[in-house]
């Protein structure tokens, strides 16, 4: 086929593929059900040989000549966002977290999810069209995979990580002639894994999602409506809807509407509507609670429902030695409890939220930011009360860490925790030696002087949608030791009390009561004299 015909064909493909918004919900995970235009494995430019992954793209580039344009302003790209309520420039450069605390000074591990190739330092080339990796979120083989060391490239020959865990070669040609529209398998190779491992994280995102069942979730149940994530987080121009910088506590909006409205579906409303129960005989007051309460927490009652994820990390217990020898400990359900590397764990299955009054702003406490440390300090914080219209009860995954502070300028201090030299700090377990490392490397002052603070972070729980049947129930919030016992600002009927209301009522039952005794009592003598 001539060169220009080939290319036209490829951009008409391309074209049609981006007007049908890559398919139907059940075309999300069906490599069954076709929906593209085009047949990626007829293409002679994706025969190779590729020698790396960005060959690969250049080579898609070819067609979907704007794509990576549009990639470069999207936030998986840039992993750097600045909230527009609060000016703060977050994202994972910019925000220290207790997991694994930073991305500065150890970027080939943590960008190993990056989705491009080769950012292992600052040096990364955030203009590069080629550094963008199409294959990670098209990859319909589930044979591509990043190392998860080598600064998001996947391997090009035999690797292992850790020593004895092969990880093979990709074979590049066959993932390009097989590439398709996203999935929750593409998706969850980065989502359900971060933090370090499956389930760690989120709390409500993890590889059972994969293939879930209507149990766990009803939109993505495989064998029900079988969402994938982008029929929600519906995607444009590669730019993706929702993100937990600026979640959307209140949509009044309501269903959007293709064509009319934006097409984000990235709310329940946006689908559900402001009145969303219907075929119940108390649709009328559970719509009632709707601009209150958040979906989520009436229909997402546990989280972690297949698999335990992690709930505490404390890191100053890092260090500790058995026989000379760093050791690793296991609880009863085969997680991880201690690792010398990295110190305590908590794991937990089947969590019921934490419940907190929430309007959708949130201020994290970024690099180089001072805080009182007298207590805990929140990695991100939520604002909202029960005076606010537009605050709602939303449902939250709190996970709390103990992490090294500068106990001088009290700011969250950056270990250097990956790498060479990372390596011979853990090796010896001298915490100055990272700490001077990670601060120096990322351009923060430290007087070299730490301790470890407690810390707190807020992840907002909104899949693992249960079935209707399973949604929290009336008394497991309106009652004195319900859910929200603990949630203040307002009165909850069943939950609440006031002694001088009771008092008077019971007052006026009883005067009611006597009323009634001595009327009686008259009309007996009244009726008796009549006789």
């Known amino acids: 086929m001539p060169p220009i015909r080939f290319a036209m064909r490829g951009v008409f493909a391309a074209l049609l593929i981006v007007a049908l918004g890559w398919g139907s919900a059940h075309a999300a995970t069906d490599p069954a059900v076709k929906t593209s235009t085009a047949d ?22 070819a067609c979907h000549t704007e794509a990576a344009k549009q990639i470069h302003k999207s936030l998986h790209w840039t992993w750097d966002y600045t909230n527009p309520q609060t000016g703060q420039r977050l994202g994972k450069k910019n925000i220290v977290n207790n997991f694994c605390v930073s991305l500065s000074t150890n970027e080939p591990r943590c960008t190993s999810c990056h989705i491009g190739f080769g950012w292992k330092d600052d040096g990364f080339d955030f203009a590069s069209e080629a550094n963008v990796d199409c294959l990670v979120c098209h990859d319909r083989t589930g044979g591509y995979k990043k190392f998860p060391v080598d600064a998001g490239h996947p391997n090009y020959v035999e690797k292992q990580f850790p020593p004895g865990k092969v990880w093979p070669a990709v074979d590049l040609v066959k993932v390009a002639k097989n590439v398709g529209q996203t999935s929750r398998q593409t998706c969850g190779a980065c989502h359900f894994f971060g933090g370090g491992g499956d389930a760690v994280k989120h709390g409500d995102i993890d590889s059972s999602l994969g293939m879930p069942d209507k149990k766990l979730d009803v939109h993505m149940a495989a064998d029900g409506l079988n969402f994938g994530c982008a029929t929600c987080h519906t995607t444009t121009a590669h730019l993706t809807a929702g993100s937990r910088f600026a979640t959307k506590a209140k949509d009044d909006h309501g269903i959007d509407v293709p064509g009319r409205d934006d097409g984000s579906r990235a709310t329940c409303e946006s689908c559900h509507g402001m009145a969303p129960h219907k075929d119940d005989k108390f649709a009328a007051k559970l719509n009632d609670h709707t601009d209150r309460v958040a979906c989520p927490t009436c229909h997402v009652p546990q989280f972690a429902r297949k698999q335990a994820t992690k709930m505490a990390w404390d890191w100053s217990t890092a260090g500790k030695l058995k026989d000379g020898k760093p050791y690793v400990v296991k609880d009863e359900s085969g997680h991880v409890s201690y690792d010398s590397m990295k110190g305590d764990f908590q794991f937990a299955a089947n969590v019921t939220p934490t419940y907190r009054w929430f309007d959708g ?10 805080f009182d440390d007298t207590k805990p300090v929140g990695i991100n914080m939520i604002s909202g009360s029960a005076d606010d219209p537009n605050s709602r009860i939303w449902p939250f995954k709190e996970f709390k860490g103990k992490q090294p502070y500068d106990t001088v300028n009290k700011t969250l201090l950056i270990p250097h925790v ?5 390596n011979a700090f853990w090796g010896n377990w001298d915490w100055g030696k990272a700490l001077d490392a990670g601060m120096r490397d990322a351009g923060f002052a430290y007087s070299g002087q730490f301790g470890f603070t407690d810390s707190v972070y807020l992840w907002p729980i909104t899949h693992m949608v249960a079935p209707k049947e399973d949604a929290v129930k009336c008394g497991s919030c309106h009652s004195a030791t319900g859910r929200l016992a603990n949630l203040p600002g307002f009165y909850l009927p069943g939950r609440d009390r006031f002694a001088w209301l009771d008092l008077a009522g019971f007052g006026l039952a009883g005067l009611t009561l006597a009323g009634v005794l001595v009327h009686l009592a008259l009309r007996i003598v009244a009726s008796r004299r009549g006789r």
Do not use: Q, R
């Not at 293409?43 to 793209?57: C, I, Q, S």
């Not at 990956?418 to 990372?422: L, N, R, V």
């Open 361 to 370: 702003g949130i201020k994290y406490t970024v690099k180089g930011e001072k």
């Open 418 to 422: 990956f790498g060479k030299d990372a």
């Open 40 to 61: 990626h494995s007829k293409f002679k430019e994706l025969e190779g040989p590729f020698a790396t992954g960005p060959d690969v793209t250049k080579a898609c580039l």
